[in-house]
């Protein structure tokens, strides 16, 4: 099967302590992203990368660091000094072909900070 | 900022009617799109609606774009308790942003 994977579905970490969400995906997509959504609110960008290697910031990077060394693969690092990382943090790819291309998302991964 | 901007931003209705959701724009765009999320799940995409399109449909659902009022509205006719969910619009452009969505609940 063709799609998004992101893991695990639920986490929780203590205060103070790095996490690393996983995002994987088999569509042989070119671009990937990462999103932030905060209960009852929209999405907010994290990070997104276009291609292999490279990434760039989106509204609310700091706090947050990713890597694009494949092309299935792009984690998030969410660090300690991330504010309040608690939050349903959502992955996407898409063929990055323009305007039109459209995201496919995964499940999700809901990270609770004690 | 090109980010879409949903209202209502919560719907109620029976199963059976047709909802209608808006979304509203700033600035040139060249295409926009509708997606759904359930409620702790990702995003699926619904139906893109290119600048020179006014009208689409797929299913029981119909997509409009007035580009001089830089508005969209989304109709799901006949609706179903299975609908419920959170529906956001996302138009073309450089920031890859989505709005706050209108958080859809349709009554058995």
């Known amino acids: 099967d063709g799609g998004i994977t992101q893991s695990p579905k639920y986490l929780f970490r203590k205060e103070g302590q790095n996490v690393t969400l996983s995002c994987e995906q088999n569509l042989n997509h070119d671009a990937m992203y990462w999103y932030r959504q905060d209960p009852g609110q929209g999405l907010r960008l994290i990070y997104y990368s276009q291609i292999v290697n490279d990434f760039q910031k989106g509204d609310i990077a700091e706090g947050y660091s990713v890597s694009r060394e494949k092309k299935e693969s792009f984690p998030l690092t969410v660090t300690s000094a991330q504010k309040n990382p608690t939050a349903f943090y959502l992955c996407?790819?898409?063929?990055?072909?323009?305007?039109?291309?459209?995201?496919?998302f995964g499940p999700g991964t809901r990270l609770t900070v004690l | 900022s090109q980010q879409g901007e949903e209202d209502p931003q919560a719907l109620s209705i029976q199963e059976g009617e047709n909802a209608t959701m808006n979304c509203s724009y700033k600035?040139?765009?060249?295409?926009l799109q509708w997606y759904r999320q359930n409620s702790g799940r990702g995003l699926v995409h619904l139906i893109l609606i290119r600048s020179n399109e006014r009208e689409k449909h797929s299913g029981r659902l119909r997509v409009t774009l007035d580009t001089s009022k830089k508005s969209s509205s989304l109709l799901i006719t006949a609706s179903r308790a299975a609908d419920t969910a959170s529906y956001f619009c996302k138009t073309s452009g450089s920031r890859l942003t989505f709005g706050e969505g209108t958080q859809l609940t349709v009554n058995p």
């Open positions: 996407a790819s898409s063929n990055g072909q323009g305007d039109t291309d459209t995201q496919y």
């Open positions: 600035t040139s765009i060249n295409n």
